[in-house]
């Protein structure tokens, strides 16, 4: 690598800064090299984390003229380059000012946070530097070309993409409901109940189960038995299971697949045809007054 840190001086935003990272270096290969890219950028050195309380950090000075990336030894090796790249972004990005005592402390739920900060100075800095994170490691000009393979939206694709990537399958999932064409959406659960989800609230609605809730005894994940590791097959579910349903109204079909993972963990698909949710959105519309298609649009993420 050729890259130092001068050449990212006027760079500002997390997408800015990955795509100068990018332009720079256009062979960086995937999985993409994180720790080399950190210590190229002044960092100088990363070591483990060894508390439960926290799953990263940045030790710095005011001036961030160099720093030190902690990770949690703990965590799988998928989480730790997310953990670093998201430390990395709070190095590079300006406006990330460190605490008094120079440092940046991060707990898991931070590596969570996708949206929100106007008020929030420090939820604003851990929105942005897991933007940062998830661009740098799923470059999007390479991301939007391994997403767009297959006829439908699959797990096994995506535990592909992750793998390929070396990241999570849940890092890997908030990206892929971005840039796959269809609305897909991503439901990680825990001893059956609802943990998050993860959409592109333009293209997939929000789910009627609400985060805490018990997922649908019709779900796929009761109605079948699964194999550990073993993505289900891809099943056509009654979309009033998981999307709230207009009496009297034929929604567009809802497909559902499901992954189990360890310690009580499954990852659930969500995913619909393009054209016959369009279709459905546009009949929805049609019968609107153009105040509740204003509201629709400005509120739909909430």
Known sequence: ?????????????????????????????????????????????????????????????????????????????????????HELGHFLIPSHVPSAEGHFLCKLQDMRELKGGESDRRLKMEVEANRFASQLLMPPPKFRVDV????????????????????????????????????????????????????????????????????PAHSLLHRRKHEMGVPSEIDETDAGVWLPVERGRQPAPLYEQVLLQRQGYAIIMLSRDAVAAHEEDVDEEAEMTSAERLKRRLFSDR
């Open 1 to 85: 690598m050729n890259i130092t840190r001068m050449d990212l001086a006027d760079a500002g935003s997390p997408e800015r800064l990955v795509l100068e990272i990018l332009k720079l270096e256009p062979q960086l290969p995937i999985p993409v090299p994180i720790e080399e890219l950190c210590l190229r950028l002044d960092i100088h050195e990363i070591v483990p984390l060894t508390t439960q309380g926290y799953e990263g950090g940045l030790i710095t000075t005011p001036d961030k003229f160099n720093g030190s990336i902690l990770f949690n030894e703990a965590s799988p090796p998928e989480r730790r380059r997310f953990t670093i790249a």
């Open 148 to 215: 767009a393979v297959g006829k439908d939206p699959d797990i096994r694709q995506l535990s592909s993409i992750a793998k390929k990537y070396d990241v999570s399958k849940e890092a890997a999932g908030r990206a892929y409901v971005r840039f796959r064409e269809e609305p897909v959406a991503i439901v990680v659960t825990q001893n059956g109940k609802v943990l998050r989800d993860y959409r592109d609230t333009l293209k997939f609605p929000r789910p009627a189960i609400p985060t805490g809730a018990m997922v």
